[in-house]
Nanobody, 115 residues
């Protein structure tokens, strides 16, 4: 059974940092493209960051220079390092793993940026 479990969310002040983790079981994250999405209240789910199986990364413009996606093959997890957080980064963040027809999602972790 495949599971993706996000952790690391919470309440942070503007300008602060958080690191989200996506722990995988049942798949090897090294073989999958890993994605972080977010969904704010009343808005559509948005793709935030991508890391391919080859290690290439991409980001939505609004987080470029502030967020970093990475993967730890030994621990079988993916990270989203978030810095210089803004109130508009407030959302539920979801981890997604995709390989061909296989598509797995985590349950999400809440990130709230507020003073």
């Amino acid at each position: 059974q495949v599971q993706l479990v996000e952790s690391g969310g919470g309440l942070v002040q503007p300008g602060g940092s958080l690191r989200l983790s996506c722990t995988a079981s049942g798949i090897a994250v090294s073989a999958y493209a890993m994605y972080w999405y977010r969904q704010a209240p009343g808005k559509q789910r948005e793709l935030v960051a991508t890391i391919t199986s080859g290690g290439s990364t991409d980001y939505v413009d609004s987080v470029k220079g502030r967020f970093t996606i990475s993967r730890d093959r030994a621990k079988n997890l993916a990270y989203l390092q978030m810095m210089s957080l803004k109130p508009e980064d407030t959302a539920v963040y979801y981890c997604n793993a995709r390989l061909l027809a296989w598509d797995y999602w985590g349950q999400g972790t809440q990130v709230t940026v507020s003073s």
